[in-house]
């Protein structure tokens, strides 16, 4: 296979003037008519006519009305054309229903719908499929079914057929066509501007009642970026479809977002407080690219951060007005470090803007998006808000209608504040976590911080340059006053000291608060130091980061030297969790422990060879312990945060039922069940209910529950992806892949809908101890499947080869066992390009 480098980046030799497209639709044989001007680039040396097409008939082909043969190969058409402006005009035919990689336009559930990015409107008629080609287009769409959908406004409505017309100029990639027999829940929003917007969102007759809680989150997100960003929606309708086979969380195609129904149905018998919340911060993402992607989108698909990681940022801030900053922060903290850390640590490591793929869908990754923002957040702490404010407001000025790049973003930058942002830069090109070490001294009232970062070599990239990295810190005098508030230290160079002066202590210092660059922090504090900041920080990152880092410590304790729990760890959390001034939900975060992955991570980082199993059960003696030790105010917490009354998915509402049902887990491992079993029981809710089956089967119960649960929703696809999950991420780790390969036979495992089996697979995969059982049947069982679905879904494939990036972490014989997997993968015929390329980069 080949590799493109963006390097090696040339314009295309032609404009698109304007795109006609009319799609005769039928399952097999969708005929696919376009009519498209062309003029030649005047950027452009290279003349050269080449548009993309893949997996299609050419039944003719014409430039200026006259038929023409072109050159046809695998991976589109070339044609001599002329020097002046011409008419292209093509008719091809399709096969959507065979289409089972779900890109291009595929059938779902009888509903034809599109997936074209990265590179899917290659498979759907020839064209110029590059980001940075932008056009105007003009949709027309015969068939009997009853919804026909596609971007911009709509023009004509008659009985089997639909007219679209979409006045943005757009890349071929937020194309979208969609035709089904839907019912829309519908709204209106009045812009800024007093335009009235249409909004629906389309779906299945049966799931109309799923779809109130979308719709106001869409309201709360067109508001939001008015009032934050000053973005105006600019079309007269905004649509939503939900899809059942799709490939990830959801598209913002232009006018027509369409969405894995997973992540915009949503009711409160059927879905969790996360769930929800998880639902308005993708719905909330995909309508900011409305601006952040769309008006401005990339130029190639190497500048993909340029739109995820901004579109991340914004969607985080989002979350965080709706709900909690402080809640927020921390569980993107948490996720970064177990799924981006991870990537970085291992061999699929790369910059937040890489230099070459073979498949560009596999860098639709963690270190793209979530770095990819924390990146937008740490120029904007070096800034500040007013400069990052004046820099957006160029951005979109400068911008609006371009295919843009990450130097044009930082160019917005440099000239709004007149800052030299090029070793900033170097967070765009050099992979890896960097870690910061933390020394301090204390000498007649001066107070002295020593930073150090440390770069370890990625693959590709041996030796790293010293980066920008903002570190904000504050100072706590010894009573529990904050003497310094928080201020941002600039660590530019590979060591730097700053001071402190006129101090009457030594200080405790709370380094790195709300979690200010994405690091690894390596700062030698004690057990009294980090049990004093959190009681006492006014950071409430570094409030819950002293918990978690107490809380690793003696797991990386006990596991090390078999050492008892930490009674001072206990006692500082049971005073932390009675706090009735702190929030629920932050609480509940307080009661979370390291996963089995992140201990894993840890140790892996320090030089030592961990052993999920080990960790899996050391972790649970700390479960105990806390249980134990914390008994009656687990119990106190438990019946005095309940939520009474209807439900809701509110902030407040869900933060106090994170609390009871964190609460929920710890009094299951002491109390038999019983608790979890009235709970389950009297559930009115998905969360309740779901809470109360997860501490059961914990705990190697819930049989009687699972068989009731399955009864109850066996006509759910959601809720039975659940049931589904649940088994295989809670399983007993000598249990897991068993159970995993006893539900691949269940007639409900439908592995051809990624959702279904993500649910499997990603729940095994999840329970780390489970999955990498030492007996390799983990693996195998995996690898079975992957190979499997690889022939007919290469994207969800190589996606979920990565449970074998941390393979290199472990001992020889899981090592032995999972190269084998890799290599066994690796030597199957006909595997797809996305798959080989996951697969031999990680075998490197
Ligand atoms: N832009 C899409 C992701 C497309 C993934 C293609 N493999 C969703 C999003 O980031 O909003
Ligand atoms: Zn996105």
């Not at 409305?290 to 989108?297: H, Q």
């Not at 967070?427 to 001294?441: E, K």
Request: glycine fraction near 6%; include cysteine; charged fraction near 25%.
């Amino acid at each position: 296979p080949q590799t493109i480098y963006l390097s090696d980046y040339k314009p295309f030799g032609y404009i698109v003037e304007a795109v006609e497209l009319t799609f005769r639709l039928h399952p097999t044989q969708t005929r696919v008519i376009s009519k498209i001007k062309f003029s030649p680039n005047p950027d452009a040396k290279d003349g050269e006519f080449f548009l993309h097409g893949e997996n299609m008939t050419l039944i003719s082909a014409k430039i200026n009305g006259a038929d023409i043969s072109p050159e046809i190969s695998a991976e589109g058409l070339r044609a001599n054309a002329p020097n002046d402006p011409f008419v292209w005009e093509s008719e091809v035919e399709i096969s959507p229903e065979t289409n089972t990689a779900l890109e291009g336009l595929y059938m779902s559930n009888g509903m034809y719908c599109t997936q074209c990015e990265a590179e899917g409107f290659r498979k759907i008629t020839y064209y110029p499929d590059r980001p940075d080609v932008m056009s105007v287009f003009t949709v027309r769409i015969e068939s009997d079914l009853p919804v026909l959908l596609s971007n911009g406004n709509p023009v004509k409505m008659d009985n089997g057929v639909a007219e679209w017309h979409d006045p943005w100029p757009k890349p071929a990639y937020l194309f979208a066509l969609v035709a089904g027999e839907l019912v829309n829940y519908s709204g209106d929003f009045t812009t800024m501007s007093g335009k009235k917007v249409d909004l629906n969102i389309w779906v299945r007759e049966a799931d109309l009642g799923k779809c109130a809680f979308g719709l106001e989150a869409l309201k709360r997100s067109m508001k939001w970026d008015e009032d934050v960003y000053g973005r105006e929606y600019d079309l007269d309708v905004f649509n939503i479809v939900a899809v059942d086979d799709f490939n990830m969380g959801a598209m913002e195609n232009k006018g027509l977002n369409i969405f894995n129904s997973s992540c915009v149905l949503a009711s409160p018998e059927t879905s969790t407080d996360a769930n929800f919340e998880r639902i308005e911060a993708i719905i909330a993402h995909e309508y900011f690219h409305n601006w952040t992607g769309n008006r401005i989108t990339c130029r190639d698909w190497f500048q993909l951060c340029l739109k995820e990681g901004l579109t991340v940022f914004r969607d985080q801030s989002f979350t965080g007005d709706m709900r909690s900053h402080a809640v927020k922060r921390i569980d993107d903290a948490i996720m970064l470090r177990a799924r981006q850390f991870r990537e970085d640590q291992g061999p699929l490591a790369h910059p937040v803007r890489p230099e070459s793929f073979v498949e560009i869908n596999n860098f639709y990754t963690v270190t793209v998006y979530e770095k990819g923002a924390e990146v937008i957040g740490m120029l904007k702490r070096l800034v500040g808000d007013e400069a990052y404010k004046k820099a957006l407001d160029l951005y979109f000025d400068r911008h609006d209608g371009e295919a843009a790049t990450i130097e044009d973003w930082i160019k917005v930058f440099e000239d709004s504040t007149g800052r030299d942002l090029s070793q900033f830069k170097l967070w765009y090109s050099q992979a890896g976590t960097p870690h910061v070490h933390v020394s301090d001294s204390f000498e007649d009232g001066t107070y002295a911080l020593t930073l150090r970062q440390v770069h370890k070599p990625s693959p590709g990239q041996d030796t790293k340059k010293p980066m920008v990295i903002p570190v904000a810190v504050g100072l706590l005098s010894p009573n529990g006053d904050e003497i310094v508030p928080t201020t941002v230290l600039e660590l530019t160079e590979e060591e730097q000291t700053f001071t402190f002066d006129g101090l009457g202590a030594k200080p405790i210092p709370s380094v790195l608060r709300d979690f200010s660059a994405p690091v690894v922090l390596h700062i030698d504090q004690s057990d009294k130091d980090r049990e004093f900041l959190l009681a006492h920080d006014t950071d409430a990152f570094n409030k819950w980061e002293a918990g978690r880092t107490l809380a690793r410590n003696t797991l990386i304790d006990m596991i090390t030297n078999n050492a008892e729990p930490n009674a001072d760890f206990l006692a500082a959390l049971e005073s932390a969790i009675k706090d009735e001034s702190l929030e629920p939900a932050f609480r509940a975060l307080l009661l979370g422990l390291p996963s089995v992955d992140d201990l894993a991570q840890t140790l892996a980082g320090a030089g030592e060879t961990p052993d999920p199993w080990e960790i899996h059960a050391e972790r649970d003696r700390l479960k105990r312990a806390i249980a134990e030790h914390c008994n009656d105010t687990l119990a106190d917490l438990y019946f005095a945060h309940q939520v009474q009354g209807e439900y809701s998915p509110d902030a407040v509402s869900s933060g106090k039922r994170s609390l009871t049902n964190a609460a929920l887990a710890y009094i299951t491992l002491v109390d038999g069940g019983q608790t979890a079993q009235r709970q389950f029981a009297a559930a009115n809710n998905m969360t309740q209910e779901l809470a109360a089956l997860s501490a059961l089967i914990t705990i190697g119960m819930g049989e009687e529950e699972l068989t009731d649960f399955h009864h109850r929703w066996q006509n759910d696809r959601l809720v039975m992806d659940k049931w589904f999950s649940l088994q295989t991420a809670l399983a007993a780790p000598e249990d897991a892949s068993g159970i995993a390969r006893r539900l691949t036979e269940h007639a409900a495992f439908d592995w051809k809908n990624p959702n279904r089996f993500r649910s499997l697979f990603g729940g095994l995969t999840s329970n780390t101890a489970g999955f990498h059982n030492p007996d390799g049947s983990g693996y195998a069982l995996l690898a079975d499947w992957l190979i499997k679905l690889d022939a007919i879904n290469p994207q969800t494939t190589a996606r979920m080869t990565t449970a074998f990036d941390t393979w290199k972490r472990y001992d020889a014989e899981r090592q032995a066992q999972m190269r084998g997997e890799l290599e066994r993968i690796l030597g199957t015929e006909n595997l797809s390009r996305d798959t080989y390329e996951m697969v031999s980069r990680m075998l490197k």
